[in-house]
T-cell receptor
Framework: KAGVTQTPRYLIKTRGQQVTLSCSPISGHRSVSWYQQTPGQGLQFLFEYFSETQRNKGNFPGRFSGRQFSNSRSEMNVSTLELGDSALYLC???????????????FGPGTRLTVL | AQTVTQSQPEMSVQEAETVTLSCTYDTSESDYYLFWYKQPPSRQMILVIRQEAYKQQNATENRFSVNFQKAAKSFSLKISDSQLGDAAMYFCAYRANYGGATNKLIFGTGTLLAVQP
């Protein structure tokens, strides 16, 4: 099976702009989670989607949003970019079967976002 | 709230030797999973090994094994016969497993492992 894919791999934006990142999970996986990785804050959970519904959300401002489509692909959007949003954004998928269960996550290669 | 602590920011090991990375965690739950992920310079996060809290037997995956001490809330990773390709950042992670839990992972701050030829 193909692994988790993320596009684009690199992105450069300026403050105030918005950005959309995309994640395609492993075939058959219905859960997609997003994480932000920075040198200062480490790896932090953004949100998780399962069957097009957000089922958990981390402690991030409302500028960070996401969605999941019927084919399980997910996008995350960051509006009004700030310098501090520069980070590696990682997507992970898992074979979670029900909305009340969990499973191991497998990560994509990440999108490196630089905000100037 | 659950927390994961990795107290060794950096470690170094000679090729073919054995190294142990430490991880402690804090939780009031009894049902959870623990993971070790490896992140090489490519930044791709790779699952190394996982341990279910209810399983007393320590998990092993080839040269990688864990020492899981539930009462002490300790979860160390042992890498045997270290290879140059083992050089990476290693993250310890926790995930709850009770009914209604989600896939949210809580990560430690990582241990950067260098392998000396």
């Amino acid at each position: 099976k193909a692994g988790v894919t993320q596009t684009p791999r690199y992105l450069i934006k300026t403050r105030g702009q918005q950005v959309t990142l995309s994640c395609s999970p492993i075939s058959g996986h219905r859960s997609v989670s997003w994480y932000q990785q920075t040198p200062g804050q480490g790896l932090q959970f953004l949100f998780e989607y399962f069957s097009e519904t957000q089922r958990n959300k981390g402690n991030f401002p409302g500028r960070f949003s996401g969605r999941q489509f019927s084919n399980s692909r997910s996008e995350m959007n960051v509006s009004t970019l700030e310098l501090g949003d520069s980070a590696l954004y990682l997507c992970a998928s898992s074979a979670t079967q029900t909305e009340a269960s969990t499973d191991t996550q497998y990560f994509g290669p990440g999108t490196r976002l630089t905000v100037l | 709230a659950q927390t994961v602590t990795q107290s060794q920011p950096e470690m170094s090991v000679q090729e073919a030797e054995t190294v142990t990375l430490s991880c402690t965690y804090d939780t009031s739950e009894s049902d959870y999973y623990l993971f070790w992920y490896k992140q090489p310079p490519s930044r791709q996060m790779i699952l190394v090994i996982r341990q279910e809290a209810y399983k007393q037997q320590n998990a092993t995956e080839n040269r990688f094994s864990v020492n899981f001490q539930k009462a002490a809330k300790s979860f160390s990773l042992k890498i045997s016969d270290s290879q140059l390709g083992d050089a990476a950042m290693y993250f310890c992670a926790y995930r709850a497993n009770y009914g209604g839990a989600t896939n949210k992972l809580i990560f430690g701050t990582g241990t950067l492992l260098a392998v000396q030829p």
